[in-house]
């Protein structure tokens, strides 16, 4: 196939795919390419950490979870479009409490999404399995957590009723602690 170059904004609806050809099999991989998206148009929601928040779509919600008391953020109905920003507003280094990202009704991660993890001192990720509907954070009462402030966790939706996941998280030596894990 041929190059292609483009004077101006190229738009997708369903986000884009980058396809890779296995040399020897010749088994095609389909991928999204899905890192952090524009926050530009995007609305701020300030919410207070509780047991049970929501998250609004098309926003950054930003939340002063601390690890004190666990916190369930709930998920908009993952209808394709829309955009759910998660960030840290303060340091994760007030307990071991959970906070736990849930999946609205029927609608699950996307199989195979992939978050980093830190649980065991040292750089690691999680993978999402078929049906996943939860995302669970776990820090440890200390100032070396990966989520801390500024930390982002981004929900896409491309397709109905499917996340897909960014993140970014602090690049801070000393945060070296905190786990997340997929779950259903």
């Known amino acids: 196939m041929a190059s292609t170059t483009f004077n101006g904004p190229v738009r997708s609806e369903k986000g884009f795919q980058v396809a890779t050809k296995n040399a020897t099999t010749g088994a095609i991989t389909t991928r999204m390419s899905s890192g952090m998206p524009d926050l530009t148009g995007l609305t701020k929601n300030d919410l207070a950490t509780g047991a049970n928040i929501t998250l609004t779509g098309d926003a950054v919600n930003i939340v002063n979870y601390t690890g004190a008391a666990a916190c369930a953020a709930a ?15 303060v340091d994760t280094a007030g307990g071991t409490n959970t906070l736990t990202f849930n999946a609205a009704g ?39 957590n990966l989520m801390t402030i500024g930390s982002k966790v981004a929900f896409i939706c491309y397709e109905t009723g499917t996340w897909t996941i960014a993140s970014e998280m602090s690049g801070a030596a000393a945060a070296v602690k905190g786990a997340f894990a997929f779950a259903a």
């Open 75 to 89: 998920l908009p109905a993952a209808t394709a479009g829309t955009v759910v920003i998660y960030m840290q507003a």
């Open 106 to 144: 029927t609608d699950v991660w996307a199989t195979g999404s992939v978050i980093e993890s830190r649980a065991a001192d040292e750089a690691d990720i999680d993978i999402s399995t078929a049906g996943e509907t939860a995302l669970v954070f776990t820090p440890v009462n200390a100032a070396t």
